[in-house]
Nanobody, 120 residues
Framework: QVQLVESGGGLVQPGGSLRLSCAAS????????MGWYRQAPGKQRELVAV???????NSADSVKGRFTISRDNAKNTVYLQINSLKPEDTAVYYC??????????????WGQGTQVTVSS
């Protein structure tokens, strides 16, 4: 079993910044990919940014240039630096990890979500 613990959400004014963190723990042999999704009220969950084990990244066009994903491999932690926030960035942000466990099987895990609200 693997647990993902997120932190860093909150209320911020337009143009502000936040840094989200997601730490993975448990039966981890290796992490295939780790990243962030978001879901706004009434909308489907969408990819924000993901980092693969080799270090390559993929992100949504709507966040390029404003959001930066990074990771600390030693801590099994991924970060999302969010700058120049817009009201349309308001959503619950979910951490996602594809993990190969000690049983050598690959599983997909989700965090509990952290709320980001952009409002003046």
């Amino acid at each position: 079993q693997v647990q993902l613990v997120e932190s860093g959400g909150g209320l911020v004014q337009p143009g502000g910044s936040l840094r989200l963190s997601c730490a993975a723990s448990g039966s981890i042999f290796s992490i295939v990919a780790m990243g962030w999704y978001r879901q706004a009220p009434g909308k489907q969950r969408e990819l924000v940014a993901v980092m693969l084990s080799g270090g390559s990244t993929n992100s949504a066009d709507s966040v390029k240039g404003r959001f930066t994903i990074s990771r600390d491999n030693a801590k099994n932690t991924v970060y999302l630096q969010i700058n120049s926030l817009k009201p349309e960035d308001t959503a619950v942000y979910y951490c996602n990890a594809r993990v190969i466990t000690h049983s050598r099987r690959e599983y997909n895990y989700w965090g509990q979500g952290t709320q980001v609200t952009v409002s003046s």
